[in-house]
């Protein structure tokens, strides 16, 4: 125990000195003086950010949602009160949708089951939409001060390669991570392990020499063994995005399929009936296991097909569009085809 004790104090030590204690959700301002209710507002605040962090980086959810979200969606009760098309508005550009339906799903279990507030305990999050191990312990631990551990994917690399673990499962992690929990400061050391991952221990040419648990690491010398993750094989697909004209307004489909669910997109044609349209260009876009390249094209029509929407620029800009669709948008935007 007196080797852990000293991994704890070295990684509390480090965090202090360079830990990324500057980041919005770990300094969330509260305007109540009851600390019950501070630490609910702080809960919430942590909650936003771990979902958006799931599948965006930090510095693209700092820089530009995190603050707007929480300004339109200041508690969970507005959430849970939330049209769908504003929610997906509010998290256009982010992907990966189901986050924010999940997001609405949990608010109105705890306005239904919870009073309003998230619970502070792990079983009790965890029966919230979209919440799993990681998610409540980390708003257990940063928004009510539980002592508790979890893993994420940089906690999952750093403790991996603290004890060479190659193909750990995830129980084994766990069960790592509460072994080594420092019950007299939970918050620091859960902050340090995933800052340590994030800015030492990396995936590639990690900086062992700057760890400040070098001396306790059995896989530094050999660091690319631990873990051996498998390699993502993307698909390609190939579309064709359709700018169907009709005056000064453009078609779009509400999408009813499980990947766009309540997502605006521009019609898509397949190769035959693009012959005869005038091609506008392409982009290359990736989604989940798919690597896209999409071509777009312009058709002009004297009649509203009755499958489409027909949106005005101005509409279409304030609309929850697909991030493919988004992308288009911009694309041509850019060619002021829409001036």
């Known amino acids: 125990m007196q080797k852990i004790k000293q991994m704890q104090e070295k990684l509390i030590s480090w965090y202090e000195n360079n830990g990324r204690k500057n980041l919005p959700w770990r300094n969330l301002e ?44 200041p508690t969970l009760k507005s959430l849970a009160l939330a049209k769908e098309d504003e929610l997906l508005k509010a998290w256009q550009g982010l992907g990966y949708y189901s986050r924010a339906r999940n997001l609405k799903k949990a608010a109105q279990s705890c306005v239904k089951e919870f009073g309003g507030v998230l619970p502070s305990k792990t079983k009790d999050l965890q029966k919230l939409s979209g919440i799993g191990a990681y998610t409540a312990g980390a708003i257990a631990c940063f928004g009510y001060d539980e002592k508790v551990s979890f893993v994420d994917g940089n906690i999952r690399r750093v403790l ?23 019950l007299k400061d939970s918050y620091a050391h859960n902050q340090a392990l995933i800052d340590l991952g994030a800015l030492i221990c990396l995936p590639k040419n990690p900086k062992c020499g700057l760890c400040p648990l070098y001396d306790f690491c059995k896989g530094k010398f050999s660091p690319q063994l631990y873990p051996q993750n498998k390699k993502l094989i993307y698909e390609n ?52 296991k798919y690597k896209i390249s999409v071509k ?6 004297e009649r509203k097909n009755a499958t489409y929407e027909y949106k005005s620029l101005e509409e279409l800009e304030n609309l929850a569009l697909s991030s493919l669709s988004l992308k288009a948008l911009n694309f041509l935007v850019k060619l002021c085809f829409f001036r």
């Not at 991996?160 to 420092?182: D, G, H, M, T, V």
């Not at 777009?296 to 029509?301: A, P």
């Open 30 to 73: 509260s305007k109540f003086c009851d600390e019950r209710l501070r630490k609910i507002e702080r809960a919430y605040g942590v909650y936003i950010s771990e979902i958006m962090l799931q599948q965006t980086s930090v510095k693209v959810v700092f820089e530009k949602f995190y603050f707007p979200f929480l300004k339109k969606f």
């Open 296 to 301: 777009i094209y312009h058709k002009k029509t």
């Open 237 to 288: 697909l190939e579309l064709n995005l359709i700018l169907l004209q009709n005056q000064n307004t453009f078609a779009v489909k509400k999408s009813e399929e499980r990947l766009y669910q309540g997502l605006y997109n521009f019609v898509f044609f397949d190769d035959k009936e693009c012959k005869k349209l005038k091609f506008l260009g392409e982009f290359k876009h990736s989604y989940t």
């Open 160 to 182: 991996s390669r603290l004890f060479a673990l190659k193909n750990p499962k995830q129980k084994e992690l766990e069960n790592k991570a509460e072994f080594i929990l420092n």
